[in-house]
């Protein structure tokens, strides 16, 4: 089972390593990372780079295809060439997935036309204008077209876990959770728009270091 | 503020990223990866390499400190030099942290002594072996010796949540956590070893694919 997760200048790495660390322990699993160029792709804050292995003109297919996120992303979706390789790539999959605002390249390559997605938060307004319905869900399955979306950043362990279940069953998905411990126990209640106080959103708002 | 996060072969990304895309986030924050060489490093599964952008020679202090950890900190904990660098670099620190079995080197420089300490549940044994006192708690501060351990891979994002929360203040832990949508909802519930059912505990014995 190949899984592939394609990276882009600007992407956010927590969006790619969350989903990697849970799917590339599942049976027969073997992860490829891609990007334009083989070497190492820097994140939106310049200061990680994480390698690509591939180019996006050797992959031709997956079965699982993970799309992440980040401020780069706007530049991801400007580039036809990749929308269209992420469409022609979906062809390919038996799961599409996106992390945060990797849901935007999906619809920006048609695939939620009229669908529910879940995004980043701050990218609501964007998605709905690519033809898909923002919905504050964290993960949302259309399995009769393969695609998975999930929130912001974070959630793509929660997506990853539930596709696990999916692809392998509950108990090797289970396997996963206890050997990544994740037992979450946020020290703060701010995780989402509806249960963040105001001063953390205000805070957001006049920017923080990112 | 100077973040530094060593890699090392066959460390867990997930360790590493979880923090680094929590604390990046704090006011003045420069974030560096460090390791032997400069270049890339590939994680326990190989299919993984993170940047280090600076060799640990070049570093000399840091403000924050945070250890991740995988199958390769056994070569890590061999390596007098190594170790003896995360005991010269904590002299430096505000805070040292580590994730998984990074508190195995934590311990190994002598950090831990008699003081209780978090772990991958997996290396428990090994850990008390090294003189610290394991808990099955999932983030553990001792603030009078600057010194934060936390559990398993996925711990590592509660741990820099709360340490943001000491560093900067609440609201801005409560805006990185809305920033990285980290409203946890775990699709099962076998995070830990009293949660997890025994047939998921099996099969982690007979061997994922990691």
């Given at each position: 089972?190949?899984?592939?997760?394609?990276?882009?200048?600007?992407?956010?790495?927590?969006?790619?390593?969350?989903?990697?660390?849970?799917?590339?322990?599942?049976?027969?699993?073997?992860?490829?990372?891609?990007?334009?160029?083989?070497?190492?792709?820097?994140?939106?804050?310049?200061?990680?780079?994480?390698?690509?292995?591939?180019?996006?003109?050797?992959?031709?297919?997956?079965?699982?295809?993970?799309?992440?996120?980040?401020?780069?992303?706007?530049?991801?979706?400007?580039?036809?060439?990749?929308?269209?390789?992420?469409?022609?790539?979906?062809?390919t999959?038996?799961?599409?997935?996106?992390?945060?605002?990797?849901?935007?390249?999906?619809?920006?390559?048609?695939?939620?036309?009229?669908?529910?997605?879940?995004?980043?938060?701050?990218?609501?307004?964007?998605?709905?204008?690519?033809?898909?319905?923002?919905?504050?869900?964290?993960?949302?399955?259309?399995?009769?077209?393969?695609?998975?979306?999930?929130a912001?950043?974070?959630?793509?362990?929660d997506?990853?876990?539930?596709?696990?279940?999916?692809?392998?069953?509950r108990?090797?998905?289970?396997?996963?959770?206890?050997?990544?411990?994740?037992?979450?126990?946020?020290?703060?209640?701010?995780?989402?728009?509806?249960?963040?106080?105001?001063?953390?959103?205000?805070?957001?708002?006049?920017?923080?270091?990112?």
């Amino acid at each position: 089972m190949r899984i592939v997760i394609p990276l882009f200048d600007g992407f956010t790495a927590l969006d790619a390593v969350g989903p990697y660390e849970v799917l590339r322990m599942l049976p027969g699993a073997e992860t490829v990372f891609a990007a334009e160029a083989v070497g190492p792709v820097r994140d939106s804050a310049k200061t990680l780079a994480l390698t690509a292995d591939a180019s996006f003109e050797e992959i031709t297919a997956c079965d699982v295809l993970v799309v992440p996120g980040g401020r780069g992303v706007r530049d991801f979706l400007a580039d036809a060439g990749l929308i269209e390789w992420v469409r022609r790539t979906h062809a390919t999959t038996t799961w599409t997935t996106s992390v945060c605002t990797g849901s935007l390249a999906l619809a920006a390559a048609g695939l939620l036309d009229g669908l529910t997605a879940a995004c980043h938060w701050s990218a609501a307004e964007e998605l709905n204008g690519l033809g898909a319905v923002y919905t504050e869900e964290r993960v949302v399955f259309h399995d009769e077209r393969r695609i998975v979306t999930s929130a912001g950043v974070s959630s793509g362990i929660d997506m990853a876990l539930a596709l696990a279940g999916r692809i392998a069953g509950r108990t090797t998905a289970e396997a996963i959770q206890l050997m990544i411990e994740y037992d979450p126990q946020p020290p703060f209640d701010a995780g989402s728009l509806g249960k963040a106080p105001q001063a953390a959103k205000d805070l957001l708002k006049a920017g923080l270091n990112r």
